[in-house]
């Protein structure tokens, strides 16, 4: 492997026509890596050993820069109202500044493979002007054993130039910032912004847009597999506690974030994790606080103290700090990636309005349903006082990541659910007693032993009651768990202020699910909440 810094003549003109003529580090290993983001002043170094890093003005995804080349290919594939478009031309000018502004550059190239399933995965390669990002994205995704990149031939290539600054009139953008997406040639030209997790995101879309014509179902989930071999996906927006309950040391996690379902089970996307760490807590999260020490973790915009060590409880650059780490930094983490077909899926939801019981079980209509919508609840700012939540509708649990329409990973989950006879739970970790401001977080507890307890198969010889507003499953008693806590309307004090409140939420489900009515079956129209009577 060559890690001289010298330029790599095998990776002087890749095939995107991308020529190098300053010197190219063609996989470095971390050590390498971290001695040139140093050297370079983009880093430095924490009292632990992590490198730490900040990204300026972009401290999270920039959403309304993110096109994708509109093409005869992509033009009936992609889902338009979801992704800004750019012209084939418009591109071609713009790949070409890429190749005239990296050419006398020194450059970072990673040899990585998205997808742990080798009938499913996407080999890509990674070129930075960064030797932080090289390190980042090395992390992420998944690493070719050495003897396997003399071979390696990508199919996906990825252009991440921060320095580069677009031109919106030349360009067909927005502004200065860039992420744009070529899903026919795969090709990714990320310039304008120095937030790595585009370079993530940018994989993830691909693969999402690939997947499915391959009948492979792409997931923003987590998953981990029991003893026993019995897996679990876990949909969830972020808030929802995706990543902590997930987190099972009774189980071994195969990913925090991005998945694939297919025909033989669940594989992993990345080779890494990407967590928040604002107010990280050695107590409460002692495995991720503890790669927050290693090194070869990059912390991104997390403040040092004087003594070099991360305070997370500091937010001053952005709410969005982060650490990059590679997945076996996580004890209980997979070596492989992979499991068996899942048995449970679980949809968590914060649900702000206090409406929602703990859990509920969903037949594969009520799942599609609950997949396409996608909720939680937001707390809203309090600078005037107690306010009322706002709800957030994310289709698929992940719009933003989503190129082709929500009703294809829609049909596609419900038909491996049936296929496969999966249980589908939705979980509230929201309010209970009453709305926010009213009522109390889910005890963490109560969600633990519900999650427990479907896991198991204990729950499937429960009895169950109808909810009479969204018409799913509802145990009626859980061992160890208070039987009041599982009829949301029973823990309010005002009765009629929860049948108030049940009725606004069913609306906005409803006005949220208009745009997929014509895009699904009967089945799933029928699934939907009801306006109910107030109960007695």
Excluded at 254 to 263: P, Q, R, T
Excluded at 496 to 501: G, H, I, L
């Amino acid at each position: 492997m060559n890690e001289t810094g010298m330029r790599n003549p095998a990776c002087g003109i890749d095939s995107n026509g991308l020529k190098m003529t300053g010197a190219v580090h063609y996989n470095f290993q971390p050590a390498a890596l971290y001695e040139e983001a140093i050297r370079r002043g983009e880093a430095k170094l924490t009292a632990d050993g992590a490198l730490v890093a900040e990204t300026g003005q972009h401290t999270g995804r920039s959403a309304k820069d993110k096109f994708v080349v509109r093409t005869a290919e992509t033009e009936d594939a992609v889902w338009w109202d979801n992704n800004k478009p750019i012209s084939s031309e418009h591109f071609e000018t713009l790949h070409a500044d890429f190749i005239a502004h990296a050419a006398d550059r020194d450059l970072f190239v990673q040899d990585l493979v998205g997808g742990a399933d080798p009938e499913n995965s996407l080999p890509v390669r990674v070129i930075t002007e960064y030797a932080w990002h090289s390190l980042f994205i090395r992390n992420l995704l998944l690493r070719p054993e050495v003897e396997a990149l003399a071979s390696f031939v990508p199919e996906m290539t990825i252009i991440d130039l921060p320095s580069f600054r677009a031109d919106p009139e030349r360009h067909g953008c927005r502004t200065e910032t860039v992420i744009a997406v070529d899903l026919t040639r795969n090709i990714v030209l990320i310039g304008g912004t120095s937030y790595a997790g585009e370079m993530k995101k940018s994989v993830f879309t691909a693969l999402n847009y690939i997947l499915p014509a391959k009948g492979v179902m792409p997931m923003h989930c987590s998953a981990n597999v029991g003893p026993d071999g019995d897996a679990a996906v876990f949909f969830g927006l972020s808030g929802t506690g995706k990543t902590t309950l997930s987190a099972d040391p009774s189980r071994t996690l195969i990913g925090d974030d991005e998945h694939g379902w297919g025909e033989t089970g669940l594989f992993n996307f990345e080779g890494g994790c990407y967590a928040k760490t604002i107010r990280l807590s050695e107590e409460a999260e002692p495995e991720i606080f503890a790669t927050t020490r290693r090194f070869g973790t990059v912390l991104e915009n997390v403040v040092l103290d004087a003594e070099r060590r991360p305070d997370f409880d500091d937010g001053s650059l952005t709410e969005n700090t982060r650490c990059a780490y590679p997945l076996h930094f996580i004890p209980n983490a997979s070596e492989t990636g992979r499991s068996g077909h899942p048995n449970n899926i679980i949809m968590l939801t914060a649900d702000a309005f206090g409406v929602l019981p703990p859990i509920a079980k969903l037949t594969p209509a009520q799942a599609m349903y609950h997949f396409l919508s996608g909720y939680t609840a937001k707390v809203a700012g309090t600078e005037k006082g107690v306010t009322e939540p706002e709800a957030t509708f994310s289709t698929c649990f992940g719009a933003p990541f989503m190129p082709r329409h929500p009703s294809e990973y829609g049909n596609l989950l419900r038909d491996l659910i049936a296929r496969h006879g999966v249980d589908c739970w939705l979980v509230n970790t929201g309010w209970t007693g009453g709305a926010y401001g009213v009522g109390s977080r889910m005890p963490i507890k109560v969600t633990r032993g519900l999650l427990n307890a479907a896991l198991s198969g204990e729950l499937n010889d429960a009895e169950f009651r109808t909810d009479p507003h969204f018409g799913f499953a509802v145990p009626v008693a859980v061992p160890g768990i208070e039987s009041s806590v599982l009829d949301p309307r029973s823990t309010w004090s005002d009765k009629a202020a929860y049948d108030a409140q049940a009725r606004r939420l069913v609306g906005m489900f409803i006005d949220n699910f208009e745009k997929f009515e014509t895009h699904v079956d009967a089945t799933v129209r029928e699934a939907a909440p009801q306006m109910a009577q107030a109960a007695e």
